[in-house]
């Protein structure tokens, strides 16, 4: 630094030093370059929608809830006889104790009845130790008619796009609030779910609506989706914008989702809600 007026020297000096860092940002997965939702507030799947505020729920709300009498019991540990894997041949994924565990790449199994309109309980679990982050950490799902999913996923402490973590209405509507148990503890989805209705025309007269209690907390409040899940099979792709399908009978299946992650499930049961054929 010979032959440096002060004033040069001191600027060399300052560009020697080290510069001070910043905290790290904690980095969300998502994504900006996918179309707005139809609120035009957020992108589909986007990292910068707020996260749902976290909530504990009660030890065990409807843990272990006998079937009513007018349920059909969809499994109770004892065999997946209700259910057939998407070819239609018998399911294939594993029983053990009084739970069932996606064979993962196996593919989804799905259940031989249908229903309208009805009331859902399943339990599930995630892996513990956990596996993963973000969207692989736990993935599963409540698929509805192969069109509509309720996220099953791993977001105990653990972060991904709010449209996309557990409880969401996939890539439409995040969680009211977060209402996760730590991985490997039995949580509770009950579910209201409305079927969508066309009329004779092919138009559209009602969406679908869903309503979900996770672990007994209101994560889902009539919500009206905006369409088929994202993703889910090749009529949407993923990270598309939601529309609603070509019309379908209000008869639906529901299936529970190979995403590739080990994801326990336990006692599901459902009911028809009655609301009748004229809605
Ligand atoms: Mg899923």
Redesign the pocket.
């Known amino acids: 630094m010979k032959n440096l007026t002060p004033a040069l020297a001191l600027l060399a000096a300052l560009a020697c030093q080290q510069p001070t860092l910043a905290p790290a940002a904690e980095t969300i997965d998502g994504f900006t370059n996918t179309p707005f939702e139809a609120d035009g507030k957020w992108h589909v799947h986007d990292p910068a929608r707020p996260q749902p505020v976290v909530v504990t729920p009660g030890a065990t709300f409807s843990q272990g809830a006998p079937a009513p009498s007018d349920a059909e019991i969809l499994f109770n540990g004892t065999g997946l006889d209700k259910w057939v894997n998407a070819r239609g041949t018998p399911a294939n994924w594993h029983t053990n104790e009084d739970y069932v565990e996606t064979a993962p790449s196996g593919g989804g199994i799905r259940t031989i009845g249908k229903w309208a309109d009805f009331q859902l309980h399943v339990e599930w679990a995630s892996p513990n130790p956990p596996h993963g982050t973000s969207q692989g950490r736990g993935?599963?799902?409540i698929l509805i008619n192969d069109m509509y999913?309720v996220?099953?996923?791993d977001s105990y402490q653990a972060k991904t796009y709010a449209d996309g973590q557990a409880g969401a209405i996939?890539g439409q509507s995040p969680p009211l609030v977060n209402a996760c148990k730590p991985p490997g503890e039995w949580q509770t989805y009950d579910i209201l779910f409305e079927s969508p209705r066309w009329n004779a025309q092919g138009e559209l007269v009602k969406k679908a609506v869903i309503t979900v209690l996770q672990n007994g907390v209101v994560i889902q409040n009539h919500y009206e989706l905006a369409g088929m899940t994202d993703g889910i099979n090749a009529a949407l792709p993923w990270k598309s914008l939601s529309h609603y399908p070509a019309p379908h009978a209000p008869e639906v299946f529901i299936e529970l989702?190979d995403?590739k992650n080990p994801v326990r499930f336990r006692n599901i049961w459902i009911r028809s809600l009655h609301l009748g054929s004229n809605l």
């Open positions: 993935n599963s799902g999913e996220q099953v996923l996939y989702q995403h």
